[in-house]
């Protein structure tokens, strides 16, 4: 047992509200740049959608992650001998039709236009050319547009829907949406680390952050390709990948990542897990229908005497260890089983989690009573009246959001990952409903506890830390010592009292 720590994400996507806060955080603090003017390291999609780049799920077309078969691992873009043959050839990048041709106003227009009897106006401007252009498409260019013919229908996990589904998500009285945040996963077996010719993307070993070094990077682009979610970018004024690096000089700091502490929602939460380094092959190696309980079977109980004791052997410090215990991410995905990868068929083992969202239950039409009597929209709940927060529990496979494009997310398609944490997220909503109502638990909120396979305390504690954390709760971070790391490359004594004018070297980039 390798026992290695890893800083990992937490979204609570029914709280989300899709304000894309997150996403102006770190674009003002990373990517406000030139030749990053199309990326975001953080953005939030609308589902059903599209995405960003578009069709970035459509693994056919852009032959992401890896494969499985014959009892071994394969990236799906080439074997060795095709990545030598494509250095200069890559068919599967995304185009910058997939993302966006960035653009700005020419604001000048508006103080330097003639007398007219119309209000002048900035035109759209490319940042590329410079010149003028009409915007077709954006980073959340389909946001709120859940019942798009355009957008949502496109949607590659809607494939697997039966038609009578997929007929009542188009309904307008049916059309129902929900947002997904969206960052690099800094998976535990990262294909675009493998698919890099020239080894210039790497896993730190201290926190799993992946990195690129630019220095080594001489812009094969193989990185974009090979990674399922489209997380790495390329610069095109510095010919260099760049991506999300988990804001790790905040993190070095005691700060939480940009996106996550600019939150408004809340939904994101930051911790430590511990996990197996020796047994990531195997665990990308099972059926898809196993992916999931194979990948969490890695990540370690941070109170077992024997990992810690592992932990403490592989030189993890106690402040990370006793962060480990404290972690949100490791009561979500472990103790409570609420928390799911995104796409883990991808089997890169994506490292940032997702609670799945709640939705209201479908409401049915009656067309023919609305064409009779010429109402034009009379919906009628297909549940009684009395009793229905509890007909909600009962019925969730009548969930408007259906469960099955859930688990095409979340689950490789199975749907019984996804049904039992419905189940517990429902059954605390109606303990504290019921709680508010009666004062008091009731008999049959306790009974709904029992079959969702919750107690009354892990309720509570679910309830307290999705509604109530504290900053402290939320983003529980380990001392880095850098000051440590320092001092095994130069000794601090050797270098004190040197201060003074001195040459500074400044950044080279593009060697």
Known sequence: MKVRAHM????HLDKC??????????????????????????????????????GWEDQERFKGGWAYKDGHLDLRLHSRAQGLFRLFFNPALPSLDDYYEPYTFR??????????????TAIPVSMITGEPMTPEAGPNWDDDLGGSPLYAQNDPNLKALDPEVRAQLQEIEGVVFQYLPRICNHCLNPACVAACPSGAIYKRAE??????????????????????????????????????????????TGQAPACAHSCVGRIRYMGVLLYDADRIPEAAMVPDEDLVASQLSLILDPFDPEVIAAARDEGIDEGWIKAAQNSPIY???????????????????????????????????????????????????????????FELYAGLEKARMPVKYLANLFAAGNEALILPILKKMLAVRILKRQESLEGRPTEKALKVLADAGLSLEEAEAIYRLTTLPTLEERFVLPPYHREMAAEVWNDPLAAKGEVGFGYIQPPVRGE
């Open 8 to 11: 990992s994400m937490l979204f």
């Open 17 to 54: 509200i899709g304000c894309h806060t997150c996403s102006i955080a770190c674009k003002n603090l990373w990517t406000d740049r030139k030749g990053a003017e199309y990326m975001w390291w953080n953005n939030v999609e609308t589902r059903p959608g599209a995405g960003y780049p578009t």
């Open 107 to 120: 604001y000048s227009d508006l103080f330097t236009a003639p007398e007219s009897e119309y209000q002048p």
């Open 207 to 252: 926190d799993g952050v992946v990195l690129v070094n630019e220095n080594k990077c001489k812009a094969w682009r193989m990185c974009v390709a090979a990674c399922p979610y489209k997380k790495v970018y390329y610069n095109w004024a510095t010919g260099k990948s760049e991506k999300c690096i988990l804001c790790f000089p905040r993190l070095e």
């Open 331 to 389: 009561k979500f995905v472990k103790v409570w089983g609420l928390a799911l990868p995104l796409h883990p068929e991808y089997r890169t083992l994506a490292m940032m989690f997702y609670v799945p969202p709640l939705s209201p239950v479908v409401a049915t039409v009656e067309k023919a009573l609305r064409a009779s009597q010429g109402n034009g929209g009379l919906v009628r709940l297909d549940l009684p009246e009395t009793d229905l927060d």
